[in-house]
């Protein structure tokens, strides 16, 4: 004899059999969602019951169901609530809003950028010999600038003005959020990295299951599949770039210093997902390593480089000289 747990309540089963049924008393969908999500049964051993177990016997027992209409809407109730509750939870998670404060952060840019050259070009419309200064003039000074004009202009450079602030106050709120959300992704490429690394996987339980090779590419998907349909070259590294120490590479080292900087992220993305505290010993050697990666290659490339064209250059200039001097004196003498 062993009890199993259902939805609506616990069966005792001898040898494949339902001996009884102990409902649950009455409960409404909520309840019955509840105990789906504490139930705890060997699915080995788990036996599936017909409906008519689950419906009240002749004895008019009130705990059951009635028929088979009202299990089965009792049944669609409870697991539209189950749904529910497990959405919920799905967006209670912090990265899942700190993707959708990236995505609109994105948006922003798009935003301020065109109105900006949708700006600039009514203002030049209006100010003819300002066409050849603008392409020199920031896109904040052309702002102010605009501002300044005592018309629907100047009020759209206000409106721009104050939608680049609101920006920036995003994107700080966007790196604090970062910073407690995947502290060790955070800690080795800056929170506003990481928040887009984020975004582009979609999530941070999405990004921790990714391999480091997918990680160092995220961002640069339409070059990695310009280079799988045809003979371009793959991409070295994505978002990534925007860290200090792939930038600042020589082209003949980022790639080594992006393979790096991927595999760390990686783990420091399942360190965020499943422990979500910051590991400092882990941040300490993948700091430690990346700067390795970069000083060692940069030192090598530029010696490398310098040698190989020295060498290459002159010795062989040199051994040709030689090989060729001995050549004419063995046929003067001959």
Not at 71 to 98: N, Q, V
Request: net charge positive; aromatic share 6%; glycine share 8%.
């Amino acid at each position: 004899m062993q009890t199993v747990q259902y939805w609506f309540g616990d069966a005792e089963i001898d040898d494949g059999r339902v001996r009884s049924v102990k409902f649950l008393k009455k409960s409404g969908s909520e309840e019955y969602a509840e105990r789906c999500r504490n139930i705890e049964s060997d699915m080995a051993d788990f036996v599936p019951l017909r409906v008519a177990d689950a419906i009240a016997g002749d004895n008019g027992d009130t705990a059951g169901f009635k028929d088979e209409a009202e299990y089965f809407e009792t049944l669609r109730l409870t697991t539209i609530a189950l749904a529910e509750s497990k959405i919920k939870l799905y967006y209670t998670k912090g990265d899942i809003e700190l993707v959708q404060m990236v995505r609109v952060l994105d948006e922003m840019d798009n935003v301020i950028n065109r109105l900006i050259e949708r700006a600039t070009e009514w203002y030049i419309v209006q100010n003819p010999k300002f066409s050849r200064k603008y392409k020199s003039v920031s896109a904040k000074k052309m702002v102010d600038i605009m501002r300044r004009e005592k018309n629907s202009l100047g009020r759209l450079g206000y409106e721009i003005d104050r939608l680049s602030i609101e920006r920036t106050r995003l994107m700080r709120e966007i790196s604090d959020r970062a910073d407690i959300i995947a502290p060790n992704c955070s800690a080795l490429v800056g929170g506003l990295v990481a928040a887009r690394l984020i975004s582009r996987a979609g999530s941070l339980s999405r990004m921790a299951m990714m391999p480091a090779s997918a990680v160092q590419v995220l961002g640069a998907e339409s070059a990695l599949f310009t280079h799988l349909r045809g003979n371009t070259p793959s991409p070295k590294h994505g978002i990534i770039f925007q860290h200090r120490r792939i930038h600042n590479a020589g082209i003949g080292v980022r790639g080594k210093v992006s393979r790096v900087l991927g595999g760390k992220l990686a783990i420091a993305a399942r360190l965020d997902y499943y422990r979500g505290e910051i590991a400092p010993e882990f941040i300490e050697k993948a700091q430690e390593r990346i700067d390795y990666v970069f000083a060692a290659g940069d030192e090598g490339g530029k010696d490398n480089g310098n040698n190989g064209k020295a060498d290459g250059k002159v010795d062989g200039k040199d051994d040709g000289k030689k090989k060729n001097d001995k050549s004419d004196k063995r046929r003067s003498a001959e």
